[in-house]
T-cell receptor
Framework: GAVVSQHPSRVICKSGTSVKIECRSL??????MFWYRQFPKQSLMLMAT?????????EQGVEKDKFLINHASLTLSTLTVTSAHPEDSSFYIC???????????????FGPGTRLTVT | AQSVSQHNHHVILSEAASLELGCNYS??????LFWYVQYPGQHLQLLLK??????LVKGIKGFEAEFIKSKFSFNLRKPSVQWSDTAEYFC?????????FGIGTKLQVIP
């Protein structure tokens, strides 16, 4: 149980275009979803936390107008990279916490990630 | 803000060797601690976690970790590694609902 999927797994786009990445919890309802970014040889860096039905909370240094996050349902969150540039090329990973998790639980289930390349 | 440091970035072991991966965190208050594993081509999976109670935590696949509060450490151990343990291991600390990850340690087990 507790499976999280991401789509697409890989995407190549031209500079200036926008790209949408989907994150779905397949067999549980996710009250909270997290978006991370991972650079080569670096750790996962939390970009934002989104709770279903409310605005995402962005980490310091993350441009909310560039990385649009929508968590419209309990099973789907989307990250849209707007006006992408080569420096946005990275590995984006989402994770989700379910309604059945205790409030004190930090346990998250991770998606497989999306490799974004901006040319 | 909390931070996590993993001392070994790349570890190479022969099968049956013992494993210990170091993890230290910086935060003075109550923390929740995790080890995640990412096998080649797969996504992150929870290996084990510590919330409270017995500081020696046992996880899946024979892994265990010990929380030593005085040392701010949560080292991962396995007495005898297998080739299938080849993966990247991430230590993480949770504070106030936010989880911070270490840089990861790549473990390569040679048959």
């Amino acid at each position: 149980g507790a499976v999280v999927s991401q789509h697409p797994s890989r995407v190549i786009c031209k500079s200036g275009t926008s790209v949408k990445i989907e994150c779905r919890s397949l067999d549980f309802q996710a009250t909270t979803m997290f978006w991370y970014r991972q650079f080569p040889k670096q750790s996962l860096m939390l970009m934002a936390t989104s709770n279903e039905g409310s605005k995402a909370t962005y980490e310091q240094g993350v441009e909310k107008d560039k990385f649009l996050i929508n968590h419209a349902s309990l099973t789907l969150s989307t990250l849209t990279v707007t006006s992408a540039h080569p420096e946005d090329s990275s590995f984006y990973i989402c994770s989700a916490r379910g309604v059945f998790f205790a409030a004190s639980s930090y346990e998250q289930y991770f998606g497989p990630g999306t490799r974004l390349t901006v040319t | 803000a909390q931070s996590v440091s993993q001392h070994n970035h790349h570890v190479i072991l022969s099968e049956a060797a013992s494993l210990e991966l170091g993890c230290n965190y910086s935060y003075g208050g109550t923390v929740n601690l995790f080890w995640y594993v990412q096998y080649p081509g797969q996504h992150l999976q929870l290996l084990l976690k510590y919330f409270s109670g017995d500081p020696l935590v046992k996880g899946i696949k024979g892994f265990e970790a010990e929380f030593i509060k005085s040392k701010f450490s949560f080292n991962l151990r396995k007495p005898s590694v297998q080739w299938s343990d080849t993966a990247e291991y991430f230590c993480a600390v949770g504070v106030y609902q936010k989880v911070t990850f270490g840089i990861g340690t790549k473990l390569q087990v040679i048959p």
